[in-house]
């Protein structure tokens, strides 16, 4: 077969064709993969062992999100997001551990443009969590001072999501 250079054959509009299916196949494919993991389709808590899931808790127009999706030997990685409606919000990854129904992270977020990290806590009662808080050390104003003086506010309580995170959105 000879090769016709800037000529629209038979040939040229098989490959193309062939080459515009096996891009959207592929790309349709990853798309998929992509969306398994996405924190908004984290599926709700299904068992007292796990705490991957989503976690929302309302105080008037405020929404804060927790969103675990990474659990393995007591550590935990995850989002926390906390959409103020009249004081500055921030977003930001937790790391940290699971123990005795005690969430224990670091916060890293952004607000105001600055990123920062700060100590998070949180106590799990049923397959809810409420937030604690504490003193925090005189050096660095980020890390509680006292983990056994924490109190925890049974006010605002981060609910078990049964949809995924997409309701706080």
């Not at 490959?15 to 891009?23: R, S, W």
């Not at 349709?28 to 993991?37: A, L, M, V």
């Not at 977020?109 to 937030?131: A, C, H, P, Y």
């Not at 056994?148 to 997409?166: E, L, M, Q």
């Amino acid at each position: 077969m000879k090769i016709e250079w800037n000529k629209v054959t038979k040939f040229s509009q098989i490959i193309a064709i062939i080459l515009f299916v096996a891009v959207f196949f592929v790309g349709f494919t990853i798309g998929k993969e992509f969306e398994k993991k996405s924190p908004s389709n984290i599926a709700p808590i299904v068992s007292e062992k796990s705490i991957m899931g989503c976690y929302i808790a309302h105080l008037a127009n405020d929404v804060y999100t927790l969103t675990i999706f990474s659990e393995k030997d007591g550590s935990f990685e995850g989002y926390l997001d906390i959409q103020n409606s009249e004081k500055d919000s921030s977003f930001g990854i937790l790391e940290g551990t699971y123990k005795n129904r005690i969430l224990l992270a670091d916060y890293t977020f952004l607000s105001e443009g600055t990123m920062s990290v700060n100590q998070v806590i949180f106590k799990k009662i049923g397959n809810d969590f409420i937030r604690g808080y504490g003193k925090p050390d005189d050096a660095t104003g980020t890390h509680f001072v006292d983990l056994s003086k924490i109190t925890y506010d049974p006010s605002v309580v981060y609910k078990a999501s049964s949809n995924g995170c997409a309701s706080s959105n």
